[in-house]
């Protein structure tokens, strides 16, 4: 891709653009350019209508009947199965439950029970906190012979052996971007003897995944990034078919149970993928998650993936042409296969540019020690507004620049 030389060549790519059409469909505050669709997806203003509807109509009108006769019961599957082909899943394998954190739980332990003998859960010392903190919650209550055991990301091939039950790795990168190899862990994590879990919680939606072709076991992945599903939207889990017979949430909720209303007095787990079902499903973050699912669904990944891979090589040559010698230092990939849909940047002043750009009306977030992160969430971004990011990333350093000296 040639670089725009001036504005008006950024609106030609966007004219250009076969998914420019989405960006109407979305509630976004006038002057704002918005990179920070990677942490919170903005909101689809069909999410507004639709819950205004269930609102008044389902609850409101309905009350409890609205669980049979609006589908409610059915919503943590439904949309667990507009959400697996977008994840190379096949349908009967995903649920919409819970949070991420939590599902991570209940995976964790449901891999350590399919791999009697074994204590050990691997991770890279770079994994999102959560990730890690779920693993070392578990190995603490299950005590003596369980640990997590974290390693540098180029030593993990090395760092697995027959002690070990579950790998959980995220796919991309939550400072950098960076995109781990799935298939090769996975076969990796199965050279042992290992099951591999995967978080999914910056690929879906931007990402093309093929849990399937990589032969990974379970995974987990959030509603709210690239989904759009609103704050605290409702996460998801992913089991292989293969492993749903002998899979042990240890979380045994009456809404995992087989037969939630017979109000048996023993635990039988339900059949397949919904046995991960814990408590009542929060319907009205499902019904925004599934708004969100939808419109992902109908723009596709492959040609998501190739427009938020545009928007990034943009924003990144832009800031080669524009912000030399502000002190930036790209701290993604820069080859575009091995990053998700972020570029971070590593400045010495990194918070308070933030802060500058922020105030300029950018909208991207700063993840410490030093971590600038824009997100190209390409459902709504325009190539005018990685054109206007980077105008404003120019102001905001030489105001620096000019203030210092
Ligand atoms: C965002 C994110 C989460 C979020 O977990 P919650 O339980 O929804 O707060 C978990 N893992 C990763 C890798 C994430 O990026």
Redesign the pocket.
Known sequence: MALPATRDDAHALDAADDLSGFREEFVLPEGVVYLDGN?LGPLPGRTSARLEEVVRREWGADLIRSWDVHGWMELPARVGRAIAPLIGARPGEVVVTD????N?FKLLAAALRMRPGRGTIVSERE??P??LYMAQGLADLLGKGFELRTVGRDELASALDERVAVVAL?HVD?RTGEQLDMAALTAAAHRVGALALW?L??SAGAVQVDLEGCGVDLA?G?G??FLNGGP?AP?YAYAASRLQEGLRSPLWGWLGHADPFEFAREYRPAAGISRLLCGTPPILSLVALECGVEMVTRAGVERLRRKSLALAELFIGLVDRECEGYGFELASPREGARRGAQVSYAHPQGRAIMQDLDRGGVIGDFRPPDLLRFGFSPLFLRFVDVWDAVATLRRVSEERLSRRA
């Open positions: 942490s949070s991420t954190s939590v991570l994994n999102f959560t990730d995220t939550f978080d919680s910056h987990v959030c709210y990034k605290g996460a």
